[in-house]
């Protein structure tokens, strides 16, 4: 070794190299880890970048095969005139009811993936029922003065994407037959329950203040394209109808339902192993497997929160996620959400291994040059870009070995070079091992990744008091 390593060696209370303050260098060697949070944050945006690109392709594959489907209904609509004291017509539009009891199964979904370039998308196509048992209000129960054109009631079912049909949305009729469901019209009903209402009084129509032409009990952000069949000939003499959709829809993603009825059930069954439950409404029963899943939701009548009939615009809405049961068809191989928790620890992990590379020169006694801190802190940073790339290409558990193995095997066997002894490089490997094997570690273990990495930062900076507990900081003997 040569005569000036030798010199410079630390005695056993850890005299500071010649002519230097670790003191200084500790500083330094901290500013060095804040600095190597730039290049950690061009990486992660390229992360951002290759997610977005991934959100693009998902939208296009959805052009094909249909987004994420939020599905709602059967529910019975009918235009309403109110008429004042005078016999005018004061106000139009949707009188909404809602079935007693609503079911809606979903059964033999089928996944596939589909590929663009690197990117990876799961569909899905499947055959659903939809029921509804209906009931008419009594005419105590309306509002007075209100006049419901019951001749010109529909059935409306609400959908988020009918680009996702495989076949025409049908009413099954009782004696076997099914009805076609047409894009729903509700300009000539509000039109029909004013001419019924003005010819009732003898008023003319042109007395109307009021015609609501927007619907608030239809889902505003998530089901766009209503759909509709008349109901006039399925309206029985007590009130009371059954009313059965039939319908085949593929999509993209997602596929939820809105508790369409006062009370609502929910069945699906697919070959998807890795589903993901969202929504206000949790399943009450689900079973998992490799093979598949089947889930069961119910939703009672005040659970949901909305009256069981009344006007459209006065209703509240079936939209947003607390009214929704959805399942989320997750791709367990999307790297980027992984890529970029491991980005968030980036400094931490930089800041770990410096502090590692510290300690090997004050208990060695080589100095180590700051420009050295910084060849080791790019190391640290290309590690996630390449986690990143080989990610895309063969999914984050064999990305994180393949890009940890190259990094520790660089970082380690510099540090035999600068220490100048082999054996630096086994111990040096060693706690660089055990520094990734920390942050795999926090990948998997989302619950409790906060308190392990605040444990082990605490560790961390506790051993390294430790270890320079006697280190002479200032460097005052070493100048003597």
């Not at 596929?255 to 699906?268: D, E, H």
């Not at 180590?368 to 801190?373: I, K, L, T």
């Not at 380690?412 to 091992?433: E, H, N, Q, S, T």
Request: charged share 20%; with cysteine; hydrophobic share 45%.
């Amino acid at each position: 070794m040569p005569e000036h390593q030798k010199n410079t060696r630390m005695s056993p209370r850890f005299r500071s190299p010649a002519n230097g303050s670790l003191g200084l260098k500790l500083i330094i060697v901290c500013a060095l880890v804040m600095f190597m949070a730039i290049p950690a944050m061009f990486i992660s945006y390229i992360s951002y970048e290759r997610s977005s690109r991934a959100s693009e392709v998902v939208n296009e594959v959805s052009q094909r095969y249909g987004g994420e489907q939020y599905i709602s209904g059967p529910m019975m609509v009918a235009p309403y005139a109110q008429m004042n004291g005078l016999g005018h017509v004061t106000e139009s539009g949707n009188y909404v009811v809602f079935a007693e009891e609503g079911s809606a199964e979903f059964f033999g979904i089928e996944t596939a993936i589909r590929r663009r370039s690197l990117f990876k998308v799961p569909t899905y196509q499947g055959k659903g029922l939809l029921q509804g048992l209906f009931k008419i209000p009594d005419a105590s129960d309306l509002p007075e003065g209100l006049t419901i054109d019951w001749g010109r009631a529909k059935i409306i079912v609400a959908l988020s994407d009918v680009r996702g049909l495989k076949k025409d949305v049908g009413l099954l009729l009782p004696a076997g037959e099914v009805r076609k469901f047409e894009p729903a019209d509700f300009e000539n009903g509000y039109r029909g329950a004013i001419a019924s209402a003005a010819e009732i009084v003898e008023t003319p129509h042109e007395t109307i203040s009021k015609n609501y032409h927007r619907y608030g009990w239809m889902p505003e952000t998530r089901p766009q394209t209503h759909l509709s069949v008349s109901a006039e000939d399925l309206i029985k003499p007590d009130g009371t109808f059954q009313a059965k959709v039939t319908l085949e829809i593929g999509g993209a993603k997602r596929l939820g339902v809105t508790p369409f009825a006062q009370s609502t059930s929910v069945t699906m069954n697919s070959d998807w192993g890795h589903p993901g439950f969202e929504g206000g409404f949790p399943p009450d029963n689900r079973d998992i497997s490799a093979s598949g899943f089947s889930a069961e939701w119910s939703v009672p009548y005040l659970r949901r929160g909305i009256r069981a009939h009344g006007k459209a615009h006065r209703l509240a809405s079936l939209s947003g996620a607390d009214k929704m049961m959805t399942v989320q068809f997750v791709a367990t191989d999307n790297p980027y959400q992984t890529v970029n928790r491991a980005l968030k620890y980036a400094v931490l992990f930089i800041g770990l291994v410096f502090i590692a590379y510290f300690l090997f020169e004050v208990m060695v006694g080589v100095r180590v040059h700051p420009a050295q801190y910084i060849l080791i802190g790019l190391a640290q940073s290309i590690f996630y870009l390449l986690l990143l790339a080989f990610a895309e290409r063969i999914g984050f558990a064999g990305a994180f070995l393949v890009s940890a193995s190259a990094t520790i095997v660089a970082t380690a066997g510099y540090a035999g070079a600068v220490f100048g002894d082999r054996k630096f490089i086994a111990r040096a490997g060693l706690v660089f091992a055990l520094v990734y094997g920390l942050l795999y570690m926090l990948m998997r273990m989302q619950d409790f990744a906060l308190m392990v990495g605040a444990l082990a930062s605490f560790v961390a900076i506790s051993g390294t008091m430790y270890l320079t507990r006697n280190l002479d900081w200032y460097g005052a003997k070493g100048a003597e």
